[in-house]
């Protein structure tokens, strides 16, 4: 299992790292705005190319000595070796894009785009009425599922073994065990509702976040932009489902017997669903739609207005003045939080606290 482990989880954040400069909106490069028709740049061209070599062999390093010591150490030292590693890489990764982040910044300055062309900000107030957004209706499933697993626990409730198998190792082996109680047997009902409000918090993120429109094509760029919503509520939607689903399975689990390996197989096969399905979702649609292809008009000769300086290091929006609580993201896909919004650290604190709640109620 630990080569499925390693597929599942390292491959494909190498893969993501890799492709991100191609997937970030072309009016933006290495967190860096600029204007569109510069995205084909041979220079930019050059530094993309770069970036994904650089962290495709860097990855493919490190995989390499995180799988040396695999067969001579014991497993959980081997689980802290494999969690320092992808960090290590995600760290490394990062200074790669500081790198090419800097020499952005540079050729910026010395070009000065944002002096010679009109700069502007859309702003289309016909944005908000259009279905951003698959109904939040949909996360009924979820809750349905978790309820359900809560009344078959009761039901069932002295069918359930004295002592909880609740680690596995790689090999399917119980590592670990806990004593039969409710507050035991309701800690997977308890992750599922936590899991189907991050989900729910997630769509209505997509639906509110700050709309972001190329002001050279504005057209074009509003309906790629819905597109994208659209596709990422849906992979939310089924992708929430599809967990808190692996959950109910889990816990009956406890009730019927079920081969660990086979266990083991039922839930990465899922996962590793997921994870396919988020990165060709990536591909295909690119940050805000970029990838999408649409009926275009005639492109306009101005820019995006310059906010750079709101951009920390490209990636941490720090905006007071941005009355939005989430945007999207500079280099990558997908949204983060404007850092001088009260609001948005309150949602991450509660995202780590409530965890943490349920891990000591079991």
């Known amino acids: 299992m630990n080569v499925l482990l390693l597929l599942l989880i390292f491959v494909p954040t190498i893969i993501i790292t890799a492709i991100t400069p191609y997937i970030t909106r072309k009016t933006e490069s290495f967190g860096i705005s600029i204007p569109a028709e510069m995205y084909h740049n041979e220079t930019f061209a050059h530094f993309r190319k770069k970036y994904a070599l650089l962290t495709s062999v860097i990855g493919v390093v490190f995989m ?199 266990l083991l197989t039922l839930v990465f096969l899922p996962i590793g669903a997921i994870v396919i399905g988020a990165i060709v979702l990536t591909i295909l649609t690119g940050q805000g739609g970029s990838r999408v292809k649409v009926a275009t008009g005639k492109n306009g000769e101005k820019i995006n207005r310059d906010d750079d300086r709101y951009w920390k290091l490209g990636v941490f929006y720090f905006n007071p003045e941005d009355p939005g609580t989430f945007v999207e993201k500079r280099f990558g896909s997908g949204w983060t939080m404007n850092m001088a919004r009260p609001l948005g650290w309150i949602f991450l604190i509660v995202v780590l606290l409530i965890p943490l709640a349920i891990a000591l109620l079991g």
């Open 64 to 262: 390499i000595i995180m799988l040396v010591p695999y067969s001579f150490v014991a497993e959980n030292v081997w689980a802290i070796i494999f969690t320092v590693t992808i960090f290590t890489y995600l760290i490394g990764s990062f200074f790669v894009y500081l790198y090419f982040h800097n020499q952005m910044k540079k050729l910026k300055a010395e070009k000065r785009w944002h002096d010679t062309l009109p700069q502007a900000m859309v702003m289309d107030t016909s944005f908000n009425k259009q279905k951003k957004t698959y109904s939040n209706r949909w996360f009924l499933l979820p809750l349905l599922l978790m309820l359900g697993t809560v009344l078959l626990t009761f039901i069932f409730y002295d069918k359930f073994p004295e002592r909880l198998p609740m680690h596995y190792d790689l090999q399917g082996n119980v590592t670990d065990w806990s004593e039969k109680s409710v507050g035991t047997l309701l800690m997977f009902p308890l992750i599922q509702l936590f899991m189907t409000g991050l989900f729910f918090f997630t769509n209505f993120i997509i639906s509110s976040s700050k709309q972001q429109i190329d002001p050279a094509n504005p057209t074009e760029s509003m309906k790629q932009n819905l597109i994208f919503r659209r596709r990422w509520s849906l992979f939310t939607i089924i992708s929430g489902t599809l967990i808190v689903a692996l959950f109910s399975f889990a816990q009956l689990t406890f009730v019927v017997t079920v081969d660990s390996s086979l």
